[in-house]
């Protein structure tokens, strides 16, 4: 089996057997996307949903963003043979790992459900939120994929702020 990573920013769109894609995720969410009856799959991995409104965005940090990363696997899925109307999904990450940090893992997994229901994409499958990081493999050619919980990771910790100095350690 050969096993392509995927890193924060990136998409993939395969249509061979014999492949995974993987990913490592905290608060960011992957996205995986099949077509059964083409035998295509792809995933993405973002950091964050959308940019807020009147953001300033410079085009090379548009990967950053969900909402930017939908339309690229979307449509690459489609240039691979995919029909939209047959897309299914599965959705991964979106947890809230180091306090202090906010909910953006939250606001992250809530951007990918959002987006799946206003595109009318099913999900099969979801494993979002929580305080533990996730591996993710799925096999696009069959559609196959898991999710598993990564314990090496360490506890959430709260910002340690030094005094007479603006650097916090985690």
Same mark, same amino acid.
């Given at each position: 089996?050969?096993?392509?990573?995927?890193?924060?920013?990136?998409?993939?769109?395969?249509?061979?057997?014999?492949?995974?894609?993987?990913?490592?995720?905290? !608060?960011?969410? =992957?996205?995986? #996307?099949?077509?059964?009856?083409?035998?295509?799959?792809?995933?993405? *991995?973002?950091? /964050? @949903?959308?940019?807020?409104?009147?953001?300033?965005?410079?085009?090379?940090?548009?990967?950053?963003?969900?909402?930017?990363?939908?339309?690229?696997?979307?449509?690459?899925?489609?240039?691979?043979?995919?029909?939209?109307?047959?897309?299914?999904?599965?959705?991964?990450?979106?947890?809230?790992?180091?306090?202090?940090?906010?909910?953006?893992?939250? !606001?992250?997994? =809530?951007?990918? #459900?959002?987006?799946?229901?206003?595109?009318?994409?099913?999900?099969? *499958?979801?494993? /979002? @939120?929580?305080?533990?990081?996730?591996?993710?493999?799925?096999?696009?050619?069959?559609?196959?994929?898991?999710?598993?919980?990564?314990?090496?990771?360490?506890?959430?910790?709260?910002?340690?702020?030094?005094?007479?100095?603006?650097?916090?350690?985690?």
């Amino acid at each position: 089996m050969r096993r392509v990573a995927i890193i924060q920013g990136e998409h993939r769109v395969m249509a061979e057997p014999g492949v995974m894609l993987t990913t490592v995720l905290g !608060s960011c969410v =992957a996205v995986c #996307l099949h077509d059964s009856t083409a035998k295509v799959g792809g995933m993405n *991995h973002f950091l /964050l @949903g959308e940019p807020t409104p009147g953001q300033e965005v410079r085009s090379e940090d548009m990967q950053r963003y969900g909402i930017h990363a939908m339309e690229l696997l979307i449509n690459d899925m489609m240039h691979s043979g995919a029909k939209r109307e047959r897309l299914c999904g599965h959705v991964y990450g979106g947890a809230n790992i180091i306090a202090g940090l906010g909910s953006i893992g939250s !606001s992250n997994a =809530a951007f990918a #459900l959002r987006f799946m229901e206003m595109e009318a994409i099913p999900i099969r *499958h979801r494993d /979002l @939120g929580g305080n533990q990081a996730r591996k993710v493999e799925f096999l696009p050619f069959d559609g196959k994929v898991r999710s598993i919980k990564v314990n090496d990771v360490p506890p959430v910790q709260k910002p340690q702020r030094i005094a007479g100095n603006d650097l916090e350690l985690f």
